[in-house]
């Protein structure tokens, strides 16, 4: 069993910072991607940003220039650095792991965490 724990959300006020961790830990063997998606109250769940194993990014438009991924892979671990927070930035951040083999050879195509809460207060 794969699992994703996250931690660094919370309240700010606009124009601070947040850090995001993501933690992988269970049977594994690699991953390809990692990322954030968020969801805001009553609207869909949206990519944030993402970044392979060997480091390719791809960002929302939304968060170009303000939001920073990065990612250890001999921790299994991926963060999000928010600078610049708006308070549309508000919503629940969730981790997402693609395409995760296990030490068992078997390949989980996704994996997510269980969110943290984000909050930017105006």
């Known amino acids: 069993q794969v699992l994703l724990v996250e931690s660094g959300g919370g309240l700010v006020q606009a124009g601070g910072s947040l850090r995001l961790s993501c933690a992988a830990s269970g049977s594994i063997f690699s991953i390809n991607a990692m990322g954030w998606y968020r969801q805001a109250p009553g609207k869909q769940r949206e990519l944030v940003a993402t970044?392979?194993?060997?480091?390719?990014?791809n960002y929302a438009n939304s968060v170009k220039g303000r939001f920073t991924i990065s990612r250890d892979n001999a921790k299994n671990t991926v963060y999000l650095q928010m600078n610049s927070l708006k308070p549309e930035d508000t919503a629940v951040y969730y981790c997402?792991?693609?395409?995760?083999?296990?030490?068992?050879?078997?390949?989980?195509?996704?994996?997510w965490g269980q969110g943290t809460l984000v909050t930017v207060s105006s």
């Open positions: 997402n792991a693609a395409t995760v083999v296990t030490t068992t050879l078997q390949t989980l195509w996704e994996v």
């Open positions: 970044i392979t194993r060997g480091g390719r990014i």
